[in-house]
């Protein structure tokens, strides 16, 4: 259980992954940046070598006087799956990744072994766009209503580049934020982040990753859109009431790859306590079970949204009011047929290397769905440290300790769940 306390601690940095565009390399459009004291413009080039692929990154500094984003414009080289910008606790330019690495920041970097959102500290998502031709994140927000960026704070630029022609790739970013006065804004947005942390797909088989969302505060859901890799056919996510009662239909893709962000039209009014269902079907068809992860030989299965007001309990579906619980507010619905005896004997025995490898996700993915609540409060108990009472017992070295008093925190929440029927 040590290593999976210890991957779930990374999860905390996982933010969207990346996938593969072959689309051959092409000019972008130009694109004027902002007039004097409507917002600025954020520029990143870069020349990506012939067969090659790598994310690219950039730090970029938010002026002294912060900036209220009312709408972005995206556009960048093709060749590229995404360009996104992230928010980061930094308030200097990092030149160390937090595994201890060493990395020159100064200008444009190749990001790092584990990429953008596993080698820097990423608390969330600031815009950006996951398609060329698409809208970007950040619009289609009222008049008076922003995306608020502290002064100071470092964003961070993110593209995953593939540039399979022969010739190297002269890539180009450009991103313009447009501001609104502070004496405009009567209400701050933000942008969902749902991050399910358990899927398996074993080896020439498909499966299914779902997650329920409870919402902390009543929302207005602006715009919409779904993350998978290349493993990922079909994604859809649902309203539900506040007993798990279907409402209607929010967002469906079949894609991967073009995901284009979807406006609602008119916006969607979301209660508090109204959930958000969504699921992503997988075809795997490699030698090798794959798990959720940061990389392309991982999978992913997310929700994001611009919306507002903004709520940090909500925006992250955490489990607490703030970012220490992010990710862990939801319950995860199993596709298979294992008993909560079963599920909790797995829960127990995925410790070590195989944890690592995805032997918890298949503990939650492969439970049956009517013990969904109960295999999700224990998931939940273990991820958490044990709700958080095992903090100074985990915040060491000494991982047989930490085991025991999570042990003993999520005994509750494991009887519960071994008692738990499948009928």
Known sequence: MSRFLISMTLLAAVAVGCGDDPT???????????PAGEGVQIKMTSTIEAHFETERCMFYRVPDEGLAVNRE??????????????????????????????IDTSGV?????????????VIGAAGGAQSADGPPIVDGLPSDTAFKLAGGSMLLVNAHYLNASDEALNAEILINLHTIPAAQITREAGILFFYN????????????????CPLAKGITLVNVQSHMHARGKRYLANLLDATGAMQQEVYTNNSWEHVVAERMNPALEIAAGQMIDFRCDYDNTETRNISQGRTTRDEMCMFLGLYYPKDTKTELCSMTDDQKGRYLGANWIGGGTATG???????????????????????MVNACPAISSQSSSAARCIASRGLGMCAAQCGGTDMAMCKTCVGEKCTPAMTALSEAGCS
């Open 24 to 34: 051959p390399p092409t000019n972008i459009s130009i694109l004027e940046p902002p």
């Open 73 to 102: 414009e995206v556009r960048y080289t093709k060749g590229s799956h995404h360009v996104l910008l992230f928010q980061t606790p930094y308030t200097d330019i990092p030149t160390t990744t937090i595994r201890g690495e060493t």
């Open 109 to 121: 970097f190749d990001c790092g072994k584990n990429g953008a959102t596993g080698d820097w500290d």
């Open 197 to 212: 942390p358990f899927i398996f797909v074993p080896a020439q088989s498909s499966s299914q990753a779902r997650e329920v």
């Open 341 to 363: 005896a079963q599920t909790a004997d797995c829960l127990q025995t995925a410790t070590g290397a195989s944890a690592m490898a995805g032997d918890f996700d298949a503990c």
